[in-house]
């Protein structure tokens, strides 16, 4: 049975750079409508100080989604030294697609599809198609990358991750601060070397009372439109339920890998909230009884660049393995974790050990 290697990768980050000023002129309301009377400025300042977010990155009003991950995509296939014509399949992640000047999320043609046109591929075997799933989707979209190698369906693969939240965010909601823009691509291929690639994965998805916990809605602003739909979002619940399951799901499927916390170097986890991705590191540790460990195991780049989504993983994957994190590397023949939660309820995790 072959394995899933990743044999390249690229990332597009916006030159624009978003810090706290840019909301000095917000009115924030309450998720129950109710205008918050307190400076905007203390707001902000409470705001980095739960997430750390100082900075975030938005693309310009002359690109799209699609174009993004176009450039990030390119760039994984040069490094990947392979010929867009070669791919069986274009699987990208998303939860917007294109996003029209009104907000609305344009899925038609699919992401993947566009991209493939961009790379001017002839191949009409190339498969293009999209993966809606929350912020797990490109974890999900390299979980179906390896059952479609293993099941000998495909054998080169280039999975995408690209979002523009910051064109579904209510100007109204404090937490349109957590949310970026960005695009993270590898390319994946069938090897018969054995133990090597993605090891082991799982996923969760429980949709039932978390169905909701991030959803689209009207802005919590009655007064303005409310026939647009914004990206909203439980935070305190979706805080309690990733720390309740994503430390559980992770050891899982470090368990199936046969490997324990010891035996992993690196943990790719979501950037959605530094508290919450904190907490949720601490707490798998503690699930081995590891008390004290080394921070580095897990990287951040939501101080930056704030949550992109599904382009979160792809993206810190690509400026590690570049030798562009200070402080940041993969071993050789180590092993890490790719791991995301959220709108569904969906986890995942992916063990991956380098070849």
Known sequence: MPNTIIIGSGSYIPNRVIGRDYFMNSEFYTEDGVKIEKPVEETIAKFVEITEIENRRFI?????NSQIGYEAAKIALEDAKVDGEELDYIIYASNFGEVTENGYADF?????ARVKNKLGIKNRKCVTYDMVFGCPGWVEAMILSDNLIKAKVAKT??????????RVTDPYDRNRMI???????????ATDEE??????????CDNGPELNYLENQPSINKEADQKRLYVRMLGRKIYEYALKNVPDAIKDTITDAGLSIEDIDKILIHQANAKMDYAMIERLHRLYDV??????????TIQDLGNTSVATIPTMYDIIIKGKMEGQSFKEKGNIV???VGAGMNINAIVYRFP
């Open 60 to 64: 310009e009003d002359d690109l799209s």
């Open 108 to 112: 038609m043609p699919t992401m993947a």
């Open 157 to 166: 693969i280039l999975v995408i991750g690209a979002e523009t939240l910051s």
């Open 179 to 189: 949310f970026a823009d960005g695009a993270g691509a590898v390319v994946v291929k």
């Open 195 to 204: 133990n090597v690639g993605i090891i082991a994965h799982n996923t969760i």
């Open 291 to 300: 008390k004290e460990y080394d921070h580095a195991i897990s990287p951040m």
């Open 338 to 340: 790719m791991t995301s």
